[in-house]
């Protein structure tokens, strides 16, 4: 059935000075791709909203079939431009604002250090 209840240690000797911390994923978790971001300061008091959306062509607002199941095509409605889908929209306090920019920042550096040993320049 399950592991061994017996073999698990839940009462490891934790280095003095250290907590351990544990990365479990929500039932809500998923991978969200992002082309941009929209938003700025919250209504609150030191909180910024930051939305991100991924931007496509628009889906037609309406197609029409004729009876064959083949679509009329001068009969699509569909708008002009590019659609931007807003995903999700994430309220940071200041501090926690600061701790992103500053894993970007350096996880920026990591990835333009990579891609240029990759390619040889």
């Given at each position: 059935?399950?592991?061994d209840?017996?073999?698990?240690?839940?009462?490891?000797?934790?280095p003095?000075g250290?907590?351990?911390?544990?990365y479990?994923?929500?039932?809500?978790?998923?991978v969200?791709?992002?082309d941009g971001v929209y938003g700025?300061?919250s209504?609150?008091?030191?909180?910024i909203?930051m939305?991100?959306?991924?931007?496509?062509v628009?889906?037609?607002?309406?197609?029409v079939n004729d009876?064959?199941?083949?679509e009329?095509?001068?009969?699509?409605v569909?708008?002009y431009?590019?659609?931007?889908?807003l995903?999700?929209?994430?309220?940071?306090?200041l501090?926690t604002a600061r701790?992103?920019?500053d894993w970007?920042?350096s996880?920026?550096?990591?990835a333009e250090?990579l891609?240029?040993?990759?390619q040889g320049?």
């Open positions: 059935m399950g592991a209840l017996k073999a698990i240690k839940t009462d490891a000797a934790i003095s250290e907590l351990p911390v544990y479990v994923k929500s039932n809500y978790h998923r969200v791709h992002v700025g300061c209504p609150t008091l030191g909180n909203v939305t991100v959306f991924s931007h496509r628009p889906l037609p607002d309406k197609a009876a064959g199941g083949n009329i095509r001068e009969k699509r569909v708008k431009g590019i659609e931007n889908e995903e999700a929209s994430l309220v940071l306090e501090n701790i992103i920019r970007l920042d996880t920026i550096k990591n250090a891609v240029q040993k990759v320049k």
